[in-house]
Every structure is written in structure tokens, then in C-alpha cells.
């Protein structure tokens, strides 16, 4: 075992605070990474706080994690020391089922192994603990590697963010000249905007903030629409061939649906956490419509989409952290202030 610096929560009501962790000995297949940077991601806050259930206790989270590798089990051949390497929302699958054949180990039907709070069957029923720390051990089949071209801080939240709108960008195929529509404008959202027009759409972003416009043509929108607004939802009517959703909260679905071209679709990535109001089946009907959604990303894709933003320039707009202003960056991240990603810089752990 060797022993990592950490921020952890005790309990869903007491808020992080710096601990120790142990960190397994590197087996044949495992990469030990010295962590640099960790994005916070909101799944975190919901983590910490116990709003998705009770957790394993005390509970180190962050699942976007960049380093550098320190040491490599004796039959790694992928990495070597001192790569640039990264860490997504998965650190092991069952490998067997036919979603992880495929390349789909999101989707595991056995169930993948989280980067935090998960049981990891392989390593004596321990407990996975994430990357608010100061270093991590990962099975070398888990690990990405960070291209030369993105700085390893703003490519932190491409391992979360940037997967989980990528994904769903590549599934419906979007190239140039299709259009898509971005519903919210935060850390998912933005990282939409930047990857679908890099993919060559017309973007538009859909934005219950009038204050937000400037912000999200900054970021390469096309089109602003204040949903609010009846007359310029009118106006975005029979426009769109796909929506990427990233809204969190209750929100009428339907209402989007009218601005989908025939066979469009809308993909859901935020998850509300009270009911939805029901889609009109009549809705979809009459147009061939599609609402679906979509969950991060096999390790392959996630490498794919690393690979996609370095070779185009796409990374996500962050603001570092210091590991004794995290509890003050979650209340901030609840209140929507930041633009648009936290980064932890664990120097200062």
C-alpha cells in the first residue's frame, strides 16, 4: 500500500476535509499516476452530499483526473513513465458482457466500476476513492492518454464533460452543415457548443437567461433563444436535426420538440431529480421525432475525443481551485458561479 493525500467526506453533511488514503500497490496491469489536476464535476456535489442515495463513507470523489504516470505494473505496454495520462468516471467493466466487447463499458450490464464510491470486486471488495487526491492506481485498460496539444488543466473536464456531450455528438453522426441545439449553458453546455460546431454545425443554444447570449457566442453559437420567450421559440420552430439536453432540473420537454426538423431528436444527459412532465407520444409521432439519452463514454471514444480536441483546438473554460476552497466551490457550483468547470490543482492538497 501507499499512502495519498486526499480530501474526503465523512459524512453527507460535513463537507470535505484533507485526510490520507490508501492507494494499492501497482498489480501487472496497473498504472500508478501522480495526479495533477481533478475537475469537479456537479455529480460530485450530489456524491458528497448524499442526494443520489447513501454513500461509502469517508468518500473521496472526482472522476476527472490528469497526471502524470510514476510507475507501471511489469506487463503494461501502453504507458510508460512520465506520460501525460488521464482518468474518466470508470476505472473497471466486467469485460465479458457484450456492451464491453463492443467497446461500451459505460454501458456494462454486470454494472462498470466507478471511479469513486463503487465496490471493486478485483481489488478485495475495497472501495474505489477518486482523484481529489494525490495520487491514484488504475488498470492500464482505464487510463487515456492526454495528447501533447491540450494543456492538462482545461483537459481535466473532457474526461466527464467532454465524453458525455461528445458521445452523443458522434452517435447521430453530426458533420457540417447539420444543425444542433444546446439546451443550458454550463459545464456540459458549453462543452456541446465548442465540440459540435468543431464538427462543423450550426449551432444554436436555447438559454432561459437573456444575460447568457454574449457568453454562448463567445463560445461559436450561431444562435441565441431565450426559451422564455414564446415569440423566439416560435421563431427556432422545424430548425433543428439534433438537441444535446444538459439541463439538470424540471424542464417541459415538448416545448423543445417543436424545433426539431422531421426525424430529428433530443438526447437527455442532465438527470432531474424530480419527474419530468411526460412527452407527448403524438409529438414524436407525427414527425418521426427521437428522445433519448446518453451516459459518457467507452474508453476508446474518450480517446477518440481527446484525440478530436487537440487536433482542433477544443478544451473547457475553467477556473482552478485550491483543495481548502472545494467546500466553497461546491456552493458556488450549486448556485450556477462558474464559468464554466472547477479544476483542483493538487499541489495544494
Known amino acids: 500500500m501507499t499512502v495519498a493525500k486526499a480530501y474526503a467526506a465523512m459524512s453527507a453533511s460535513t463537507g470535505l476535509e484533507p485526510t490520507t488514503i490508501d492507494r494499492r500497490e501497482p498489480g501487472a496491469h496497473d498504472v500508478e499516476?501522480?495526479?495533477?489536476?481533478?475537475?469537479?464535476?456537479?455529480?460530485?456535489?450530489?456524491?458528497?452530499?448524499?442526494?443520489?442515495?447513501?454513500?461509502?463513507?469517508?468518500?473521496?470523489?472526482?472522476?476527472?483526473?490528469?497526471?502524470?504516470?510514476?510507475?507501471?505494473?511489469?506487463?503494461?505496454?501502453?504507458f510508460g513513465i512520465g506520460d501525460a495520462v488521464g482518468v474518466g468516471c470508470m476505472v473497471d467493466s466486467c469485460r465479458e458482457c457484450e456492451s464491453c466487447q463492443e467497446g461500451?463499458?459505460?454501458?456494462?450490464?454486470?454494472?462498470?466500476?466507478?471511479?469513486?464510491?463503487?465496490?471493486?470486486?478485483?481489488?478485495?471488495?475495497?472501495?474505489?476513492?477518486?482523484?481529489?487526491?494525490?495520487?491514484?492506481?488504475?488498470?492500464?485498460?482505464?487510463?487515456?492518454?492526454?495528447?501533447?496539444?491540450?494543456?492538462?488543466a482545461a483537459a481535466a473536464p473532457l474526461l466527464c464533460a467532454g465524453i458525455t456531450t461528445y458521445s452523443p455528438l458522434r452517435y447521430f453522426g453530426v458533420e457540417e452543415g447539420d444543425t444542433v441545439g444546446v439546451v443550458g449553458l454550463g459545464g456540459l453546455g458549453h462543452m456541446a457548443v465548442k465540440l459540435a460546431k468543431a464538427m462543423g454545425a450550426e449551432v444554436t443554444v436555447f438559454t432561459t437567461s437573456p444575460a447568457k447570449a454574449e457568453a454562448a457566442h463567445e463560445l461559436g453559437a450561431d444562435h441565441v433563444v431565450v426559451s422564455k420567450d414564446p415569440e423566439q421559440m416560435k421563431g427556432a420552430r422545424n430548425s433543428l436535426?439534433?438537441?444535446?439536453?444538459?439541463?439538470?432540473?424540471?424542464?417541459?420537454?415538448?416545448?423543445?420538440?417543436?424545433?426539431?426538423?422531421?426525424?430529428?431528436?433530443?438526447?437527455?444527459?442532465?438527470?432531474?431529480?424530480?419527474p419530468m412532465p411526460p412527452v407527448s407520444p403524438?409529438?414524436?409521432?407525427?414527425?418521426?421525432?427521437?428522445?433519448?439519452?446518453?451516459?459518457?463514454?467507452?474508453?476508446?471514444?474518450?480517446?477518440?475525443?481527446?484525440?478530436?480536441?487537440?487536433?482542433?483546438?477544443?478544451?473547457?473554460?475553467?477556473?482552478?481551485?485550491?483543495?481548502?476552497?472545494?467546500?466553497?466551490?461546491?456552493?458556488?457550483?450549486?448556485?450556477?458561479?462558474?464559468?464554466?468547470?472547477?479544476?483542483?490543482?493538487?499541489?495544494?492538497?
Open 33 to 78: 499516476i501522480d495526479i495533477e489536476f481533478c475537475g469537479l464535476c456537479h455529480s460530485d456535489v450530489h456524491s458528497v452530499r448524499g442526494e443520489w442515495g447513501n454513500q461509502h463513507w469517508p468518500l473521496v470523489p472526482g472522476h476527472e483526473i490528469v497526471g502524470t504516470v510514476a510507475r507501471v505494473g511489469s506487463e503494461v505496454t501502453e
Open 104 to 152: 461500451f463499458e459505460q454501458y456494462c450490464e454486470v454494472g462498470m466500476v466507478g471511479t469513486y464510491g463503487a465496490v471493486d470486486k478485483r481489488n478485495g471488495d475495497a472501495i474505489t476513492q477518486g482523484g481529489y487526491a494525490s495520487s491514484v492506481v488504475v488498470d492500464e485498460n482505464y487510463v487515456v492518454r492526454i495528447p501533447a496539444g491540450l494543456a492538462k
Open 241 to 274: 436535426n439534433l438537441i444535446i439536453d444538459t439541463v439538470a432540473a424540471e424542464h417541459d420537454i415538448n416545448t423543445y420538440l417543436k424545433t426539431l426538423k422531421r426525424d430529428g431528436a433530443i438526447v437527455q444527459l442532465g438527470m432531474p431529480e424530480k
Open 282 to 349: 403524438g409529438a414524436l409521432i407525427r414527425r418521426r421525432l427521437a428522445y433519448g439519452g446518453s451516459m459518457i463514454g467507452g474508453i476508446a471514444e474518450t480517446q477518440e475525443m481527446l484525440d478530436f480536441c487537440a487536433e482542433h483546438g477544443v478544451a473547457s473554460d475553467i477556473e482552478m481551485v485550491d483543495a481548502e476552497d472545494l467546500n466553497a466551490a461546491y456552493e458556488r457550483m450549486v448556485a450556477g458561479d462558474v464559468k464554466y468547470r472547477f479544476v483542483l490543482d493538487t499541489a495544494t492538497l
